[in-house]
T-cell receptor
Framework: NAGVTQTPKFRVLKTGQSMTLLCAQDMNHEYMYWYRQDPGMGLRLIHYSVGEGTTAKGEVPDGYNVSRLKKQNFLLGLESAAPSQTSVYFC???????????????FGNGTRLTVT | RKEVEQDPGPFNVPEGATVAFNCTYSNSASQSFFWYRQDCRKEPKLLMSVYSSGNEDGRFTAQLNRASQYISLLIRDSKLSDSATYLCVVRNEYSGGYQKVTFGIGTKLQVIP
């Protein structure tokens, strides 16, 4: 029973490098989200998706891109990493509001990214 | 005003104590409310949903006050294992299927032996 799986768990990048974070869920959830969590800031939404082939911007989308080619996967890309993107990144998924109005979010284990 | 506000704490309480956290939200039309627990360097995990009539799960009781726009979490007979950060979460749904899920900054609880 995997739930939400994120890879990698840790990564160190140099400024200007690119990388992709992968999120996979096996719960057939329609909605998927990418958050970042920084000390004193709480969880902030980067991008989200309401279904396969759709993506939308959250609160802090700049510097990130996403894709949802398959329902179970949601990829977060950093094209040119900056030190300000040092953070812990969490992926989450949930059922759509149409199927369950009180559906909670299920989170992956997180990715700790450091940009030097 | 922040959409979801919580006292970050920390709340330091002795084992066996009762502790309560409040959380206020700004959007009166918010539909769904949750409490999540987050342990240090771990992902948030759902503790409980919050229903209008209030709900209880063992030592944990959640209440929703729509008129005053706050939710609360009460923990009775605190255990050392309750030490964590408790996140207040509010979800709003808009036309077109857009959901906005907003997290509070979290309240840190430390239960002391």
């Amino acid at each position: 029973n995997a739930g939400v799986t994120q890879t990698p768990k840790f990564r160190v990048l140099k400024t200007g490098q690119s990388m992709t974070l992968l999120c996979a869920q096996d719960m057939n959830h329609e909605y998927m989200y990418w958050y970042r969590q920084d000390p004193g800031m709480g969880l902030r939404l980067i991008h989200y998706s309401v279904g396969e082939g759709t993506t939308a911007k959250g609160e802090v989308p700049d510097g990130y891109n996403v894709s949802r080619l398959k329902k179970q996967n949601f990829l977060l890309g950093l094209e040119s990493a900056a030190p300000s993107q040092t953070s812990v990144y969490f992926c989450a998924s949930s059922y759509s509001s149409a199927s369950s109005t009180n559906s909670p979010l299920h989170f992956g284990n997180g990715t700790r990214l450091t940009v030097t | 005003r922040k959409e979801v506000e919580q006292d970050p704490g920390p709340f330091n309480v002795p084992e066996g104590a009762t502790v309560a956290f409040n959380c206020t939200y700004s959007n009166s039309a918010s539909q769904s409310f949750f409490w999540y627990r987050q342990d240090c360097r771990k992902e948030p995990k759902l503790l409980m949903s919050v229903y209008s009539s209030g709900n209880e799960d063992g030592r944990f009781t959640a209440q929703l006050n729509r008129a005053s726009q706050y939710i609360s979490l009460l923990i009775r007979d605190s255990k050392l294992s309750d030490s964590a950060t408790y996140l207040c979460v509010v979800r709003n749904e808009y036309s077109g299927g857009y959901q906005k899920v907003t997290f509070g900054i979290g309240t840190k609880l430390q239960v002391i032996p």
